[in-house]
């Protein structure tokens, strides 16, 4: 018997893979299987994905639905791994519980998400001698690998399958194994986005067709930014829509951010004279996008927006990406490449609001800058880009492209742009910083 085990913690990912399904992406097995996790700090009170409007559209693709949360229950999805010496005996019982056979001819296939941390991890180190194929849910492929992969997992992933969602740039995503990136049809992820719209709860087909889109991400969540710092940036959202002259405005939050911060754009509309519509279902963005057609979609950094430009045409702007590219920390997160690449090639709200004008990258250019910021990421996991980066930041590094660069981190490296090593301490001493901080506000204060 021939299983095929599909892994998914999105809604967003279980329609990529009902795409790929659909564009005949996987080859015939006895059996597929949809296996769901809930990540969410608590999953108890979270919604999971096949509890969301539009998930009873891809079922059909996939012969069982599966809980990872319910197998390993009390143990939480995005915490738990085996220990070594275990993974025989959960093996063992998760083939006699799913039914995937106990012979060695019975064929097992994992096709996965973010394999380089918990849960995926945990189910491809579960069946260690299943080939894997991995799908990019989102951005982040486009980056080098969050973390440096056992390669007893990493060698057997086969090939990488992501939707073009930055045309002409290529994954980095498991590249260091030789995995080979292979494109999702566009049309077919638009088709099944069209059959999840079709259930979108009745808050989504009462919003206002052609209004501004406002996209929350619960960004405090990942310890980015403090609650307030978040409830301000959906404020400045609400603002710059208005500047740019909308008067009808939905607002989608994240599925668990705190009511608060509904309210408190709420109080800013009805101020600046808008009419707000905050959805208090769940949805994907995509499905918003099928029905309501937004004139203007804007977010912080989320894979949402480049769907919205690349799929459908839809006007985009961006906001807060400033802020946090000095807050997303270690420099290695794996939120940089995201944050970088809709900082570059998005315009900013306010900016737009203003009139001012905006030109993204080329191509070439944007792989110059992606391939450069990975190399800074994991230069332990790709030295290669080592002669590449030098070349891009000694032609490159200018105002507009430093801030995706920390200087301590060009320093750290030996590479163009970073502190003279006579300087490289005073970053570090306090005692300077804090001559520099009162120089700076005497200046200030001659200049006003």
């Known amino acids: 018997m021939r299983t095929q085990i599909f892994f998914a913690s999105t809604l967003y990912g279980a329609a990529t893979l009902a795409a790929a399904v659909d564009a005949d992406h996987f080859e015939p097995a006895d059996q597929r299987l949809l296996l ?3 990540n969410a700090a608590n999953p108890e009170t979270a919604p999971s994905l096949d509890t969301m409007p539009g998930f ?12 990872w949360n319910e197998t390993i229950r009390p143990l939480h999805p995005a915490g738990w791994s085996p220990r070594g010496d275990d993974v025989p005996l959960w093996e063992r019982y998760l083939r006699l519980l799913w039914g995937l056979g106990e012979g060695p001819e019975d064929e097992i296939t994992l096709v996965l998400e973010s394999i380089q941390v918990e849960p995926a991890l945990a189910v491809a180190r579960l069946f260690p001698d299943a080939p894997i194929e991995v799908y990019a849910d989102g951005l982040m492929s486009y980056g080098p690998t969050r973390n440096k992969l056992d390669p007893l997992v990493g060698s057997r992933a086969r090939r990488l399958l992501h939707l073009d969602l930055v045309p002409g740039l290529t994954p980095m ?3 260091e194994f030789g995995v080979e990136p292979e494109l999702v049809s566009t049309d077919a992820f638009r088709a099944v986005l069209a059959e999840v719209a079709r259930d979108v709860p009745t808050s989504v087909t009462e919003a206002p067709t052609g209004a501004a889109l406002l996209l929350g991400q619960y960004l405090s969540a990942l310890d980015i930014l403090s609650p307030d710092e ?3 940036l959906h404020l400045r959202m609400l603002r710059g829509a208005a ?3 909308h008067r009808e405005v939905v607002f989608k939050p994240h599925p668990v951010a705190p009511a608060r911060w509904s309210r408190a754009l709420e109080k800013e509309a009805g101020e600046l004279g808008v009419d707000l519509t905050v959805l208090d279902s769940p949805v994907l963005a995509e499905a918003l996008y099928e029905r309501m057609r937004p004139a203007l979609v804007v977010g912080c950094f989320s894979t949402a927006l480049l769907t919205a430009s690349a799929f459908y045409g839809l006007p985009v702007a961006r906001t807060g990406t400033e802020l946090l590219l000095e807050r997303v920390t270690p420099y290695q997160n794996s939120n ?3 944050v970088t690449l809709v900082d570059a090639l998005l315009p900013e709200l306010e900016a737009e609001a203003a009139g001012a004008g905006f030109t993204p990258p080329s191509a070439r250019e944007l792989t110059g800058l992606i391939r450069a910021v990975g190399f800074c990421m994991q230069p332990q996991i790709h030295p290669q880009l080592r002669p590449e980066a030098e070349r891009y930041l000694a032609a490159s590094l ?4 430093r801030r995706y660069f920390k200087r301590r981190r060009l320093t750290a490296l030996a590479l163009p742009g970073a502190v003279p090593r006579q300087f490289a301490f005073v970053p570090r001493n306090r005692a300077v910083r804090r001559v520099a ?3 700076r506000a005497l200046k200030r204060a001659a200049l006003g």
Request: charged share 40%.
């Open 36 to 38: 769901v996790s809930n």
């Open 56 to 67: 009873e559209r891809l079922r059909g693709r996939f012969d069982r639905l599966l809980s």
């Open 173 to 175: 995503l498991l590249s």
């Open 230 to 232: 978040e409830e301000r």
């Open 243 to 245: 500047a740019r002259g």
């Open 336 to 338: 940089r490449v995201p």
């Open 398 to 401: 200018s105002p507009a492209t």
């Open 437 to 439: 901080r009162r120089a």
